[in-house]
């Protein structure tokens, strides 16, 4: 086998620490927990904030603009906050973003206008997108190519795992007082400063600090590195390109339904006459797959072709959605959202492996930044316009949704038909001469 290609060299004293076996583990630790918790606060109130903005007066559209307002913050800035990972490392983009996030959930508790709300949300989609792309620009460059699906499956089972246990204690809380509901979020997201602070003092300040990578590791060769030919480098920039292209239109797709959901499920469950403990504990039974199946779904993007994987459940998840406004029964509809989210919960793994394998380590940060822009838009849009969509027919935003995805997802197979779907260890190319 030929001598790696090192992106970045290491220091001696970085080579004899025993941190190629124990950080990538401690990181995805500490990453899940901040996950956990960040998204335990932020969904004690999601699920009664549309009924919260229509007791204050607030109409379907405004409903849907609030929503939205999230969202935009997320395509204005998720960009620029990978830019600044790739900069100035994971860690700084991190704290900041979860203060940020707290804020803003804080803030939805003041007795403000409908419309004024939707400056909590931007602090929110501000803060919940720095800390996103930070913490997903961290595992794609400390955890091993041969390991990313599980570190992956463990930080999205994790956000899901506090939207499982949020809305039902923000209903129990709700029922005494709405207003309550949302100063507990806030509070709740402040909590996951605490994993960080932990990890840095068992890791040290540059826990999450990129490794030294090489091509053997699995990362795609920076473009910027000098290639043995100009071949291997057009190669090795067109297979990037490709991963981050389809990477994006699965993003697109994966938001369409989450802006839909966000504006649309708690008021098409209300018209089918459902309680708020039964839409927490449809939020709540959403979830819950992701959590049971966050460790299968992992060693899957690990051992099997990943572009299938995107492809077949992204594709399940998209009928789903489609099939919701025609049905009547509650049971029905929360069986087929538990359907849908173990979907989800097999190709969100699938699909970030594959990024953070086909980019360069030092644009994993933009990468990541891209990624998060590309859910956030559609979903900001989706959002933005569903609400005005179920005033005319509720299974407008479901249906329009679900097919405009399946045309993002159709061309996957045509983008990705070269790249490698496996994710095993790039070979190494041959040693630059001198």
Known sequence: MGSAVHLELPSPAQSAAPETENRPRAVVRALSAVTFLEWFGASVGLPLLPVYLEDRGASSVT??????AYFAAGVLLQYVFGRLVDKVTPAPVLRAGLVIFAIGGLTLALPLTPGLFALSR????????AAEVAALAAVGAVVPAGQRGRAFASIYGSQLAGMAIGPMVGSLIGAFS???????????????????A??????????????????????????DTPSPTEESARTASSMARRVLIGSLLSAAAFGLTV???????????????????????????????????????????????RRYLVVISFSVALACCATYPFLHSLVTLMIL???????????????QSLLSQGVP??????????????????????AGISGSLFA?????????????????????????AAVAGRATPTPALPAQRQ
């Open 63 to 68: 409903v849907g603009l609030v929503v939205a």
């Open 122 to 129: 931007l602090l929110q989609g501000a803060g919940a997108g």
């Open 178 to 196: 709405v207003t309550a509901v949302f100063i507990a979020g806030g509070l709740i997201s402040l909590l996951a400063w605490i994993p960080i």
């Open 198 to 223: 932990l990890l840095r003092n068992r890791a040290g300040a540059d826990a999450l600090r990129p490794a030294a990578i090489t091509v053997e590791d699995g990362q795609a060769p920076d473009i």
């Open 259 to 305: 802006g839909v959901y966000e504006t649309c499920w708690t008021l098409l469950l209300t018209q089918r006459g459902a309680a708020n403990w039964q839409v927490g504990l449809s939020w709540t039974l959403f979830a819950l797959p992701f959590v049971i199946a966050s460790r299968p779904a992992g060693r899957l993007a690990d051992a099997v072709d």
């Open 337 to 351: 959202g538990v359907v849908e989210a173990a979907a989800t919960a097999v190709a969100i793994p699938a699909v």
């Open 361 to 382: 380590v030092r644009r994993l940060g933009r990468a990541q930044g891209l990624f998060a822009t590309s859910e956030t838009a559609t979903t900001a849009i989706a």
């Open 392 to 416: 005319v027919r509720p299974w407008l935003p479901f249906v329009g949704g679900a097919v405009i995805g399946i045309l993002l997802i159709g061309m996957l197979p045509t983008i990705w």
